[in-house]
Protein backbone atom coordinates (compact mmCIF):
# COMPACT_ATOMS: atom_id res chain seq x y z
CA UNK A 1 0.00 0.00 0.00
CA UNK A 2 1.05 3.39 -0.75
CA UNK A 3 2.67 6.05 1.88
CA UNK A 4 2.14 9.83 2.28
CA UNK A 5 5.18 9.97 0.64
CA UNK A 6 4.36 7.42 -2.44
CA UNK A 7 1.44 8.99 -3.23
CA UNK A 8 3.13 11.37 -5.80
CA UNK A 9 4.40 8.39 -7.56
CA UNK A 10 1.57 5.97 -7.58
CA UNK A 11 -0.33 9.11 -8.81
CA UNK A 12 2.11 9.40 -11.98
CA UNK A 13 2.17 5.74 -12.06
CA UNK A 14 -1.51 5.33 -12.46
CA UNK A 15 -1.70 8.36 -15.06
CA UNK A 16 0.81 6.99 -17.48
CA UNK A 17 -0.75 2.91 -17.11
CA UNK A 18 -4.72 4.24 -17.91
CA UNK A 19 -3.75 6.27 -20.79
CA UNK A 20 -1.77 3.37 -22.08
CA UNK A 21 -4.18 0.91 -21.42
CA UNK A 22 -6.65 2.82 -23.41
CA UNK A 23 -4.49 4.08 -25.90
CA UNK A 24 -3.14 0.62 -27.19
CA UNK A 25 -4.73 -1.90 -24.59
CA UNK A 26 -3.63 -3.87 -21.69
CA UNK A 27 -1.84 -6.79 -23.05
CA UNK A 28 0.56 -4.26 -25.45
CA UNK A 29 2.01 -2.15 -22.56
CA UNK A 30 4.85 -3.30 -21.34
CA UNK A 31 6.63 -2.66 -17.64
CA UNK A 32 9.41 -1.12 -19.66
CA UNK A 33 7.10 1.37 -20.86
CA UNK A 34 5.62 2.49 -17.70
CA UNK A 35 8.56 2.72 -16.02
CA UNK A 36 9.95 5.05 -18.65
CA UNK A 37 6.78 7.25 -19.13
CA UNK A 38 6.02 7.71 -15.70
CA UNK A 39 9.59 7.98 -14.79
CA UNK A 40 9.90 5.89 -11.93
CA UNK A 41 12.63 2.79 -10.90
CA UNK A 42 11.51 -0.58 -10.94
CA UNK A 43 11.40 -1.04 -7.30
CA UNK A 44 8.94 1.92 -6.56
CA UNK A 45 6.50 0.44 -9.39
CA UNK A 46 6.86 -2.92 -7.42
CA UNK A 47 6.16 -1.63 -3.68
CA UNK A 48 3.31 0.31 -4.75
CA UNK A 49 1.88 -2.17 -7.01
CA UNK A 50 3.71 -5.42 -6.75
CA UNK A 51 2.88 -6.13 -11.07
CA UNK A 52 0.48 -4.71 -13.76
CA UNK A 53 -2.37 -6.38 -12.45
CA UNK A 54 -2.27 -3.63 -9.52
CA UNK A 55 -3.01 -1.06 -11.67
CA UNK A 56 -5.50 -3.19 -12.75
CA UNK A 57 -7.16 -3.46 -9.76
CA UNK A 58 -7.39 0.18 -8.85
CA UNK A 59 -9.01 0.96 -12.95
CA UNK A 60 -11.49 -1.43 -12.26
CA UNK A 61 -12.31 0.16 -9.08
CA UNK A 62 -13.05 3.33 -10.67
CA UNK A 63 -14.55 2.25 -14.11
CA UNK A 64 -17.28 -0.18 -12.12
CA UNK A 65 -18.47 2.63 -10.09
CA UNK A 66 -18.69 4.97 -12.39
CA UNK A 67 -19.94 2.81 -15.37
CA UNK A 68 -22.81 1.93 -13.71
CA UNK A 69 -23.67 4.83 -12.57
CA UNK A 70 -23.64 6.19 -16.13
CA UNK A 71 -25.80 3.18 -17.03
CA UNK A 72 -28.56 3.75 -14.30
CA UNK A 73 -28.45 7.47 -15.56
CA UNK A 74 -29.02 6.14 -19.06
CA UNK A 75 -31.46 3.48 -17.95
CA UNK A 76 -33.54 6.16 -15.70
CA UNK A 77 -34.20 5.40 -12.31
CA UNK A 78 -38.03 4.76 -12.66
CA UNK A 79 -37.20 1.85 -14.34
CA UNK A 80 -37.91 -1.81 -11.97
CA UNK A 81 -34.66 -2.85 -11.07
CA UNK A 82 -34.64 -6.25 -13.02
CA UNK A 83 -34.67 -3.50 -16.04
CA UNK A 84 -31.87 -1.55 -14.80
CA UNK A 85 -29.70 -4.71 -14.39
CA UNK A 86 -30.58 -5.57 -17.80
CA UNK A 87 -29.49 -2.20 -19.14
CA UNK A 88 -26.26 -2.25 -17.03
CA UNK A 89 -25.13 -5.24 -18.23
CA UNK A 90 -26.09 -4.86 -22.12
CA UNK A 91 -24.25 -1.60 -22.12
CA UNK A 92 -20.87 -3.55 -20.19
CA UNK A 93 -21.37 -6.09 -23.10
CA UNK A 94 -21.58 -3.49 -25.96
CA UNK A 95 -18.90 -1.00 -24.88
CA UNK A 96 -17.04 -4.47 -25.77
CA UNK A 97 -17.84 -4.72 -29.29
CA UNK A 98 -17.15 -0.72 -29.34
CA UNK A 99 -13.87 -0.67 -28.20
CA UNK A 100 -11.02 -3.08 -28.88
CA UNK A 101 -8.88 -2.38 -25.99
CA UNK A 102 -11.86 -2.06 -23.68
CA UNK A 103 -13.03 -5.91 -24.39
CA UNK A 104 -9.25 -6.16 -23.40
CA UNK A 105 -8.71 -4.51 -19.99
CA UNK A 106 -12.84 -6.44 -19.43
CA UNK A 107 -11.42 -9.75 -20.36
CA UNK A 108 -8.37 -8.88 -18.15
CA UNK A 109 -10.61 -7.55 -15.27
CA UNK A 110 -12.36 -10.58 -15.16
CA UNK A 111 -9.72 -13.19 -15.49
CA UNK A 112 -6.82 -11.09 -12.82
CA UNK A 113 -7.61 -12.79 -9.25
CA UNK A 114 -8.33 -9.65 -7.39
CA UNK A 115 -9.76 -7.80 -10.27
CA UNK A 116 -11.97 -10.44 -10.81
CA UNK A 117 -12.78 -11.19 -7.25
CA UNK A 118 -13.49 -7.11 -6.52
CA UNK A 119 -16.11 -7.63 -9.78
CA UNK A 120 -18.10 -10.70 -8.00
CA UNK A 121 -18.14 -8.88 -4.79
CA UNK A 122 -19.64 -6.01 -5.89
CA UNK A 123 -22.10 -7.65 -8.37
CA UNK A 124 -23.66 -10.15 -5.50
CA UNK A 125 -24.54 -7.36 -3.16
CA UNK A 126 -26.02 -5.73 -6.26
CA UNK A 127 -27.73 -9.32 -7.51
CA UNK A 128 -28.77 -9.63 -4.08
CA UNK A 129 -30.53 -6.21 -4.19
CA UNK A 130 -32.19 -7.01 -7.16
CA UNK A 131 -33.11 -10.60 -7.29
CA UNK A 132 -33.51 -11.44 -3.64
CA UNK A 133 -36.72 -11.47 -3.50
CA UNK A 134 -37.26 -13.62 -6.61
CA UNK A 135 -35.35 -16.38 -4.61
CA UNK A 136 -36.09 -15.02 -0.62
CA UNK A 137 -34.35 -18.60 0.61
CA UNK A 138 -30.95 -17.37 -1.00
CA UNK A 139 -28.08 -15.25 0.85
CA UNK A 140 -26.31 -12.76 -0.30
CA UNK A 141 -23.62 -15.42 0.43
CA UNK A 142 -25.20 -17.65 -2.69
CA UNK A 143 -25.59 -14.55 -5.03
CA UNK A 144 -21.74 -14.68 -4.87
CA UNK A 145 -21.73 -18.04 -5.38
CA UNK A 146 -23.79 -17.74 -8.45
CA UNK A 147 -21.97 -14.71 -9.55
CA UNK A 148 -19.22 -16.94 -9.67
CA UNK A 149 -20.59 -18.90 -12.69
CA UNK A 150 -22.11 -15.81 -14.32
CA UNK A 151 -18.91 -13.50 -14.43
CA UNK A 152 -17.51 -16.76 -16.21
CA UNK A 153 -20.15 -16.44 -18.86
CA UNK A 154 -19.94 -13.04 -19.30
CA UNK A 155 -15.91 -13.15 -19.75
CA UNK A 156 -16.70 -15.72 -22.35
CA UNK A 157 -19.23 -14.12 -24.57
CA UNK A 158 -17.12 -10.96 -24.09
CA UNK A 159 -14.19 -12.66 -25.26
CA UNK A 160 -15.99 -13.53 -28.15
CA UNK A 161 -16.14 -10.53 -31.09
CA UNK A 162 -19.74 -9.96 -32.64
CA UNK A 163 -20.00 -11.43 -36.70
CA UNK A 164 -23.17 -11.35 -38.89
CA UNK A 165 -24.12 -14.67 -37.55
CA UNK A 166 -23.72 -14.03 -33.97
CA UNK A 167 -24.83 -10.49 -33.54
CA UNK A 168 -24.90 -8.15 -29.98
CA UNK A 169 -28.46 -8.66 -30.61
CA UNK A 170 -28.21 -12.88 -30.13
CA UNK A 171 -25.25 -12.72 -27.41
CA UNK A 172 -27.45 -10.42 -25.18
CA UNK A 173 -30.65 -12.09 -25.99
CA UNK A 174 -28.44 -15.41 -24.87
CA UNK A 175 -26.97 -14.06 -21.77
CA UNK A 176 -30.40 -12.66 -20.34
CA UNK A 177 -31.62 -16.06 -21.25
CA UNK A 178 -28.99 -18.13 -18.83
CA UNK A 179 -29.01 -15.29 -16.29
CA UNK A 180 -32.34 -14.39 -15.59
CA UNK A 181 -33.34 -18.11 -15.55
CA UNK A 182 -30.71 -18.51 -12.93
CA UNK A 183 -32.20 -15.49 -10.53
CA UNK A 184 -35.37 -17.17 -10.95
CA UNK A 185 -37.05 -14.69 -13.10
CA UNK A 186 -40.73 -15.72 -14.41
CA UNK A 187 -40.54 -16.36 -18.39
CA UNK A 188 -43.69 -13.36 -19.32
CA UNK A 189 -41.47 -11.29 -17.34
CA UNK A 190 -38.02 -12.52 -18.66
CA UNK A 191 -40.05 -11.89 -22.31
CA UNK A 192 -40.42 -8.19 -21.17
CA UNK A 193 -36.98 -7.67 -19.93
CA UNK A 194 -35.64 -8.92 -23.34
CA UNK A 195 -37.77 -6.79 -25.66
CA UNK A 196 -37.07 -3.78 -23.36
CA UNK A 197 -33.56 -4.14 -24.28
CA UNK A 198 -34.52 -4.94 -27.87
CA UNK A 199 -36.03 -1.72 -28.41
CA UNK A 200 -33.31 0.28 -27.52
CA UNK A 201 -30.33 1.84 -29.29
CA UNK A 202 -28.36 0.11 -27.11
CA UNK A 203 -25.37 0.86 -29.42
CA UNK A 204 -25.88 4.39 -29.30
CA UNK A 205 -26.52 4.30 -25.45
CA UNK A 206 -23.31 2.81 -24.98
CA UNK A 207 -21.07 5.19 -27.17
CA UNK A 208 -22.74 7.93 -25.16
CA UNK A 209 -21.50 6.26 -21.43
CA UNK A 210 -17.80 4.83 -23.44
CA UNK A 211 -17.28 8.58 -24.05
CA UNK A 212 -18.35 9.62 -20.44
CA UNK A 213 -16.64 7.07 -19.31
CA UNK A 214 -13.44 8.44 -21.08
CA UNK A 215 -13.66 11.74 -19.79
CA UNK A 216 -14.27 11.10 -16.19
CA UNK A 217 -10.75 8.31 -16.99
CA UNK A 218 -8.72 11.76 -18.27
CA UNK A 219 -10.36 14.27 -15.47
CA UNK A 220 -9.30 11.71 -12.80
CA UNK A 221 -6.19 10.84 -13.73
CA UNK A 222 -4.94 14.01 -15.58
CA UNK A 223 -4.63 12.73 -19.00
CA UNK A 224 -5.17 14.12 -22.53
CA UNK A 225 -8.26 12.78 -24.29
CA UNK A 226 -7.14 13.72 -28.08
CA UNK A 227 -5.20 10.69 -28.82
CA UNK A 228 -7.83 8.72 -27.05
CA UNK A 229 -11.02 10.37 -29.00
CA UNK A 230 -9.06 9.60 -32.31
CA UNK A 231 -9.39 5.96 -31.95
CA UNK A 232 -11.34 4.13 -34.44
CA UNK A 233 -14.64 2.77 -32.89
CA UNK A 234 -15.28 -0.53 -34.09
CA UNK A 235 -19.03 -0.76 -34.80
CA UNK A 236 -21.42 -4.01 -34.05
CA UNK A 237 -23.07 -5.52 -36.93
CA UNK A 238 -26.53 -4.24 -37.26
CA UNK A 239 -29.29 -6.93 -36.67
CA UNK A 240 -32.42 -7.26 -34.11
CA UNK A 241 -33.88 -9.81 -31.62
CA UNK A 242 -34.69 -13.34 -32.69
CA UNK A 243 -37.96 -14.17 -32.03
CA UNK A 244 -39.44 -14.09 -28.45
CA UNK A 245 -38.41 -17.18 -26.29
CA UNK A 246 -40.71 -20.09 -26.67
Given amino acids: MATSLSEPTKKRILQVCVKLFLEQGYRKTT ?39 M ?23 TLTELNENLREIYIEAYTQKDACEYIQHE ?23 LEIGSAGVMRGYMSHPCDEEFTLEKKLRLFFLMSLRA ?31 FQALAMHYEFSLQELMQKTVRKATQSRFPHPIT
Fill in 31 to 69: MAEIIEQAGVSSSSFQNIFRAKDGVLTELVRFMFENQFA
Fill in 71 to 93: ARSAASAKLPPVYVYAVETAIQM
Fill in 123 to 145: TAKELYRIFGSYQPELTERDFYE
Fill in 183 to 213: YNVPKEEMNQVIRFVEELDIRAISEQVMQKL
